[in-house]
């Protein structure tokens, strides 16, 4: 077994700088920021495997299996100035120069998630979790800890108790009133079906013993024959109604404890898919402060049409070096495929006569968008089912026909995730990535073929299917609805298998992707994605010093154990040469 772990605790060691001067040590500017040695690199620097998934001759790959291509990696001013052996980097230490000993740790270019919610994350994650909380007791301690850091009147929100595990002992308001008096609190149940909330929430939404009950809620009531502060189905929203939306304050904060997480799971940079005024306000805000930690690529949502046709009468932003860079539309084109929502081309197997929704009454705004490809802006367009992602190419192409120089912005179909065999082809042809999400595809595998059949189902998730017709793909989360670790995304990538490792031998494994595509999809590829090809997505000197460090060989772990990927650890994360992330042990 080939270093799984490299050392138990995988130690970052910072050697003493005064220890060993090498030639470049009073070299003053030529001397490094940072110099990472004994590390495990892989650049990258090979071409990309064939569309069957064969590895091309260039890759540190033989017989006995996958090689780190160097073991070290010297970063100055934001860029990466050597990549090779350790003891040639070494040459580079000045006496400002940090030296962190990786100790066998593998070093990999910047990830990208390439179709992220972040404020979404981060609004999931400033919640109070009471996910697993197993008592009221032990939940109404949570929400007393959370009160001590929030202003009194200002609600608290969570979510995340078991209304199946607590349905014969539901909570009340009693002693959440009494531990929490000064705010208002909702605290809403795992799946969704119960609202849970204190005396302040009550009477902030006006809720008495006259309240009537809507169809298909129920609003308890206590002994004294007044609502009790436990909500069920219709009712929960009577409650939830009176949480005032997130002042920019909040939402600013919900960013970047978004963002936060993504650099402490390795993310040097997030394509943040669909964003209103607002939230594109709070993000120039904080790239002008400096204070975004990791790199935002913006998808402007189409839904807000001030703000695109604000943004066509501007032009896009193609400055690769800002750490915000706004070039892209997303676009929504149908529903989801749970839902029933996402446009089939035939009836749902599932559901006979419907078809779901999508174009023009999905609220879909073609004009608006045409306009803005013409404008010079890449369109990311969410397409689902066979009919929306036939009806979204259709609607492309017949743009690229219109103006030939709308072709070549690198336009996405985001999600992909069913394509008729005819459609299949026409990504390629047309120059159009596939934005796929590795998680959907073990998430969605315990009902997606009762929604499409076992023939459409051929077509769906179709990942190696369509590197076969040489379309471009980048891999991404989908967070929240997805868990954006790289390592269940790597693993379900790789695999088709989910966290508990089923189906044995993976769900049409056919269509799974090989190690080196699945990092690429995550790395390079995602910088092809975002037109940052040349900067980003392989470690090569003259390019950016975006690194990540993590405790598992995803490589050698695919062909030898690809289950033990799941437990990988983020080690470090580094953005234009500055730890950004550093665990701490
Ligand atoms: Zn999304």
Redesign the pocket.
């Known amino acids: 077994m080939k270093l799984l772990r490299p050392l138990a605790a995988a130690v970052l060691i910072t050697l003493c700088n005064a220890c060993s001067q090498g030639p470049a040590g009073s070299s003053g500017s030529a001397a490094a920021d940072l110099i990472l040695v004994n590390a495990r690199v892989y650049t990258l620097d090979w071409d990309d495997p064939a569309p069957d998934g064969t590895i091309m001759p260039g890759a540190p790959h033989d017989g006995s299996g996958w090689h780190p291509d160097a073991d070290a990696v010297v970063t100055r001013g934001g860029e990466i100035v050597f990549v090779g052996k350790t003891r040639e980097a070494m040459d580079f230490k000045g006496e400002e120069s940090r030296v962190i000993d990786l100790a066998g740790a593998t070093v990999v270019p910047g990830l990208i998630d390439s179709?992220t919610?972040i404020f979404g994350l981060g609004a999931q994650l400033d919640q109070v979790n009471l996910v697993d909380v197993a008592t009221e007791e032990d939940a109404v301690a949570l929400i007393v800890e959370r009160a001590k850091n929030v202003a009194a009147g200002q609600w608290i929100v969570g979510r995340g108790w078991d209304e199946g595990a607590w349905a014969n002992r539901y909570p009340d308001k009693e002693l959440l009133t009494q531990a929490i008096p000064d705010h208002p609190v909702f605290m809403g149940s795992l799946h969704g079906f119960a609202a849970w909330g204190n005396q302040m929430a009550l009477a902030a939404a006006g809720i008495t013993a006259e309240t009537e009950v809507p169809v298909g809620g129920e609003i308890r009531l206590g002994d004294d024959g007044k609502p009790n502060g436990l909500f069920l189905n219709r009712a929960v929203q009577l409650l939830r109604g009176a949480i005032p939306d997130p002042s920019t304050e909040t939402l600013t904060n919900q960013l970047l404890i978004g963002l936060d997480r993504m650099a402490k799971d390795g993310y040097v940079a997030v394509h943040e898919?669909?964003l209103d005024s607002r939230a594109m306000s709070i993000l120039e805000k904080l790239e002008a402060e400096g204070r975004l930690p990791i790199r935002v690529y913006a998808m402007l949502s189409l839904r807000d049409e001030d703000l695109i046709r604000k943004w066509i009468a501007r032009g896009p932003d193609t400055d690769a070096d800002s750490m915000l860079v706004t070039r892209t539309v997303k676009a929504y084109y149908d529903g989801a495929l749970g839902s029933r929502g996402a446009r089939l081309l035939y009836d749902y197997s599932d559901q006979p006569g419907h078809r779901g929704i999508g174009g023009e009454g999905y609220g879909f705004n073609r004009d608006l968008m045409a306009a803005a490809m013409k404008a010079g802006f890449q369109i990311a367009i969410?397409a689902i089912g066979d009919a929306g992602n036939r009806e979204a190419l259709d609607i492309l192409e017949a743009v690229f026909r219109d103006d030939p120089s709308t072709a070549s912005n690198r336009h996405r179909i985001?999600h992909a995730q069913v394509l008729h065999p005819d459609d299949l082809p026409r990504l390629g042809q047309l120059g159009i990535i596939a934005s796929m999400e590795p998680p959907h595809a073990v998430e969605d595998k315990t009902w997606a073929e009762e929604r499409l059949g076992p023939e459409r189902i051929l077509g769906a998730y179709a990942w190696r299917s369509l590197r076969e017709t040489d379309a471009n793909m980048t891999f991404n989360s989908?967070n929240p609805?997805s868990d954006h670790s790289i390592f269940y995304g790597l693993h379900a990538a790789i695999t088709r298998r989910d966290k508990s490792q089923e189906p044995e031998g993976g769900w049409y494994a056919h269509e799974a992707m090989v190690s080196d595509e699945a990092i690429r999809a995550y790395t390079n590829w995602s910088a092809y994605a975002s037109f940052r090809e040349d900067e980003t997505g392989i470690i090569e000197k003259g390019r950016w010093a975006d690194l990540t460090v993590m405790d598992i060989d995803p490589f050698v772990l695919a062909d030898e154990s690809p289950g033990d990927i799941l437990s990988g650890r983020i080690l470090m994360t580094i953005v234009n040469g500055e730890i950004i992330y550093e665990s701490g042990i």
């Open positions: 179709h919610h898919a669909g969410h985001e989908d609805g």
